[in-house]
């Protein structure tokens, strides 16, 4: 059975694949993703949020480019489905009704 926090990970990942599917290039940067994490109650540093999109990366949800200070995530076909709820990936909470 999961932990605490491992249902606030869940969580947050898919806060962010949900964040990028709401914006018109559907990208943004990992401190723009913070504040907006910030703003549905997640108390988050910027390094948790990279750690966070470097996993989604992996996932093939998101990819980055790294521009130093941030990383810039875009959302890909497969993050979209996952946000939307079409499809359930592991490590992602699954969407509401």
């Not at 606030?8 to 018109?24: G, K």
């Not at 990208?27 to 910027?46: D, P």
């Not at 980055?64 to 592991?90: C, K, M, N, W």
């Given at each position: 059975?999961?932990n605490?926090?491992?249902?606030?990970?869940?969580?947050?990942?898919l806060?962010?694949?949900?964040?990028?599917a709401?914006?018109?290039?559907?990208?943004?940067?990992?401190s723009?993703?913070?504040?907006?994490?910030e703003?549905?109650?997640?108390?988050?540093?910027?390094?948790?949020?990279?750690?966070?999109?470097?996993?989604?990366?992996?996932?093939?949800?998101?990819?980055?480019e790294d521009?130093?200070?941030?990383?810039?995530?875009?959302?890909?076909?497969?993050?979209t489905d996952?946000?939307?709820?079409?499809s359930?990936?592991?490590?992602?909470?699954?969407?509401?009704?």
């Amino acid at each position: 059975m999961p932990n605490f926090a491992d249902y606030l990970r869940r969580d947050i990942r898919l806060l962010i694949l949900r964040v990028l599917a709401e914006l018109p290039a559907m990208k943004a940067n990992s401190s723009v993703l913070r504040m907006a994490l910030e703003r549905f109650g997640h108390a988050i540093t910027r390094d948790q949020v990279k750690t966070e999109l470097r996993w989604l990366e992996e996932q093939g949800l998101v990819t980055i480019e790294d521009l130093d200070a941030v990383l810039v995530a875009t959302l890909t076909e497969r993050g979209t489905d996952a946000a939307r709820g079409r499809s359930q990936v592991p490590g992602v909470a699954k969407p509401g009704a």
